[in-house]
C-alpha cells in the first residue's frame, strides 16, 4: 500500500539551526562590569527560561542575570546599554549551522512543509528573521517568548498544531533538549533527538523522501 500521509518537518531554532552559543561575544561586556564569564553564564542560564516563556522583560532578566553575576550598581549602566546587551545575545547565536539551512532550502524547494517552534525571548524571532531571510521561507513559525508559554509545555505543541492545522503523528519534531523531544512524543510526534548536523539532516532526509543531495 503506498504510504499518502504528509511528511512535516519541525524545527527547534538555537543550536539546530544555529551553532553553539559563542560566549565569547560577551567579554567587552564583562570586562566593563568587571564580570567572570562562568558567574555570568550561570546566571544567564539560571532566568533564561522564565525570560524566554515572557515572564521576564528584557531590563528585569538582565537586571537579574548581572545581579547575580556580581555586579554592583549596575542599573544605571543597564539604562544605557539595555539594547547592547540584546544585540550582544543575539550575537552569541548568529553562526549558523549550514547544512541546516541548505537542509530547510531543500525541503522547501521539494514542497516539504517546514516549521520553527523555538524558545527565545519576545521579539527575538522577528529579528531572527531579519538576519536570516531566506529562513522566512519556513511556513509557520512559533517563537515562545511572543505566546507566554514555552517547551516542553504541552500547551506551546498545542498551540502550534492549531495555527498549523498539521497532526503530530505526521510530523518529525527536531531539538537537542530531551524533555522537549519526551513532551512532544507523549502528544504523538515523531522526533529526533538532534546531536550532530549530519545525523538530523539524514533523519529529516530519510522522514522526507528527500532525493540524495
Same mark, same amino acid.
Given at each position: 500500500?503506498?504510504? !499518502? ?10 543550536? #539546530? ?25 550561570? @546566571? %544567564?542560564? +539560571? ?12 531590563? @528585569?532578566?538582565?537586571?537579574?542575570? +548581572? ?8 542599573? &544605571? %549602566? ?5 539594547? =547592547?546587551?540584546?544585540? !550582544?545575545?543575539?550575537?552569541? %547565536?548568529?553562526? &549558523? ?8 532550502? =531543500?525541503? #522547501? ?11 527565545? &525571548?519576545?521579539? *527575538? ?6 538576519? /536570516? &531571510? @531566506? +529562513? ?6 512559533? /517563537? ?10 504541552? *500547551?506551546?505543541?498545542? +498551540? ?5 492545522? %498539521?497532526?503530530?503523528?505526521? !510530523? ?31 533523519? #529529516?532526509? @530519510? /522522514? *522526507? ?5
Amino acid at each position: 500500500m503506498t504510504d !499518502t500521509r504528509k511528511r512535516n518537518v519541525l524545527l527547534d531554532f538555537g543550536y #539546530v539551526l544555529t551553532s553553539a552559543q559563542d560566549a565569547s561575544v560577551f567579554d567587552p561586556v564583562l570586562d566593563e562590569l568587571g564580570l567572570k564569564r562562568n558567574a555570568f553564564l550561570g @546566571a %544567564w542560564g +539560571l532566568h533564561r527560561a522564565a525570560y524566554d516563556c515572557g515572564s521576564l522583560d528584557a531590563r @528585569a532578566y538582565w537586571s537579574l542575570v +548581572l545581579g547575580d553575576a556580581g555586579a554592583t550598581g549596575a542599573a &544605571p %549602566w543597564l539604562d544605557g546599554n539595555l539594547d =547592547r546587551l540584546g544585540r !550582544t545575545d543575539l550575537a552569541a %547565536w548568529s553562526r &549558523p549551522r549550514r547544512v541546516m539551512h541548505d537542509l530547510v532550502a =531543500r525541503l #522547501v524547494d521539494a514542497g516539504v512543509p517546514v516549521g520553527i517552534l523555538s524558545n527565545m &525571548p519576545a521579539g *527575538a524571532g522577528r529579528l531572527w528573521m531579519d538576519l /536570516w &531571510p @531566506a +529562513l522566512d521561507r519556513v511556513a509557520f513559525k512559533l /517563537w515562545s517568548g511572543d505566546e507566554g508559554v514555552s517547551k516542553p509545555d504541552p *500547551a506551546i505543541y498545542k +498551540l502550534f498544531i492549531e495555527r498549523s492545522g %498539521w497532526l503530530p503523528e505526521d !510530523t518529525l519534531f527536531v531539538d537537542d533538549v530531551e524533555r522537549n523531544i519526551d513532551a512532544a512524543r507523549a502528544l504523538g510526534f515523531k522526533v529526533h533527538l538532534f546531536r550532530t548536523e549530519d545525523a538530523a539532516a539524514k533523519a #529529516v532526509s @530519510a /522522514w *522526507a523522501r528527500l532525493p540524495q543531495a
